[in-house]
């Protein structure tokens, strides 16, 4: 069976991917497979320029085919920020506590009509026989005063979906995966795995 190789690990976000790609004829690896795998710097300005850097470096270590996501949030009032470096709003190995107390910090204030967001995800697939594809996902939301629900990662419990009433981390996965950023993205990549399959390129 073909292999692809999840260039993540963030156990969160390869089960996210998993779930999505469910029903392909391919088995699905993530970084756990290979432990000595290379760090990728995400020192791209952009989150295309690092998604397609942690497809290329993991596909070229495995021999496999690589999806990489990279993604963020970015606040419109904030100008897109904190954008590429959402993981790293804090300081270079904050928490998600401490990049959520940062955002609210930001935003205290800031009257709700002008707390909106959206989440962003740029997939890239990088095949070993040399085909490489980019994806986009977007969703929008507004960032409350504080954290609401137990589930998601990141920046979840404080991004609301407002025609659903509920933050990212009160949606199960199965919901959240339907509206999510990532999820968006991911239903682009499914179509383009399967011609992969029939192309002989994984």
Wanted: glycine share 8%; hydrophobic share 40%; proline share 4%.
């Amino acid at each position: 069976m073909a292999a692809i190789v999840i260039a993540s690990r963030n156990e969160h976000k390869v089960e996210e991917i998993r779930k999505l790609l469910t029903g392909l004829a391919v088995e699905v690896l993530s970084l756990k497979e290979f432990p000595n795998a290379p760090e990728v710097e995400e020192d791209g300005d952009t989150f295309q320029a690092n998604a397609l850097r942690k497809a290329r470096v993991i596909s070229r270590f495995t021999g496999l085919a690589a999806l990489a996501d990279d993604s963020g949030l970015e606040v419109d009032c904030l100008r897109g920020k904190p954008g590429v470096r959402s993981a790293r709003f804090a300081g270079e190995h904050a928490s998600d506590a401490e990049n959520n107390k940062k955002l609210l910090a930001y935003l205290a204030g800031v009257p709700r009509e002008h707390r909106t967001a959206q989440f962003r995800s740029v997939i890239a697939l990088v095949s070993p026989k040399g085909a490489e594809r980019l994806v986009e996902g977007v969703c929008r939301g507004v960032i409350i005063e504080e954290e609401r629900g137990s589930g998601g990662f990141g920046y979840d419990p404080l991004f609301l979906v407002p025609h659903l009433g509920k933050t990212f981390a009160e949606l199960s996965m199965e919901e959240k995966n339907k509206i999510s950023h990532r999820g968006r993205a991911l239903q682009q990549v499914v179509p383009i795995i399967r011609e992969w399959l029939e192309q002989g390129l994984l």
